[in-house]
T-cell receptor
Framework: DAKTTQPPSMDCAEGRAANLPCNHS???????VYWYRQIHSQGPQYIIH???NNETNEMASLIITEDRKSSTLILPHATLRDTAVYYC???????????????FGKGITLSVRP | NAGVTQTPKFQVLKTGQSMTLQCAQD?????MSWYRQDPGMGLRLIHY???????DQGEVPNGYNVSRSTTEDFPLRLLSAAPSQTSVYFC???????????FGPGTRLLVL
């Protein structure tokens, strides 16, 4: 699996966009970028994933660079409830059960301030 | 749907005791897994299963046993608890051909 690098922490003001970066320079052609988050004391929550095109859903947008070596998760209007640890994970598409395994690093701690 | 449920929410054990952490899902997912999370660390995979009757080891399997007799349930057994197993345990499930996993609320285990 490709390794990901995230800064340990960042903060943003409530109501502003939060842009969370992730580097994955060794990503291979069939690997997806996944983002999960973990709010304090809760189980991780899936946010979004993408292969090479930008993706958007009701929670966030995912911007993947053309060379796919980095990506940015965007929370367009951060709220206090978005304070959490965000994990960027690179993984191949799940064709077998073994490919469903996720490797969580330390993630980036986002603090949204009032 | 209840999603992924875990019981108990919190448990205190003495060294050497045994116990089973329960995990159930009602989404008919083939894939289920157990992770542990220690303070300041990411999640580490303990065991996983791709369907009833099939289990495999993850990153940190020592001290834990699992079985998968039904699609819905995936219990994690500690045969002889040790203080090093003090952690928060999360169960997750997903359809087989996706890595979009759904996590339970966690079980907080303290081994004295």
């Amino acid at each position: 699996d490709a390794k990901t690098t995230q800064p340990p922490s960042m903060d943003c003001a409530e109501g502003r966009a939060a842009n969370l970066p992730c580097n994955h320079s060794t990503i291979s052609g069939n690997e997806y970028v996944y983002w999960y988050r973990q709010i304090h004391s809760q189980g991780p929550q899936y946010i979004i994933h993408g292969l090479k095109n930008n993706e958007t859903n009701e929670m966030a947008s995912l911007i993947i660079t053309e060379d796919r070596k980095s990506s940015t998760l965007i929370l367009p209007h951060a709220t206090l409830r978005d304070t959490a640890v965000y994990y960027c994970i690179v993984r191949g598409g799940g064709s077998t059960g073994a490919n469903s395994k996720l490797t969580f690093g330390k993630g980036i701690t986002l603090s949204v301030r009032p | 749907n209840a999603g992924v449920t875990q019981t108990p929410k919190f448990q205190v054990l003495k060294t050497g005791q045994s116990m089973t952490l329960q995990c159930a899902q009602d989404m008919n997912h083939e894939y289920m897994s157990w992770y542990r999370q220690d303070p300041g660390m990411g999640l580490r995979l303990i065991h996983y299963s791709v369907g009833a009757g099939i289990t495999d080891q993850g990153e940190v399997p020592n001290g834990y046993n699992v079985s998968r007799s039904t699609t819905e349930d995936f219990p994690l057994r500690l045969l002889s608890a040790a203080p090093s197993q003090t952690s928060v345990y999360f169960c997750a499930s997903s359809p087989l051909r996706t890595v979009t996993q759904y996590f339970g609320p966690g079980t907080r285990l303290l081994v004295l």
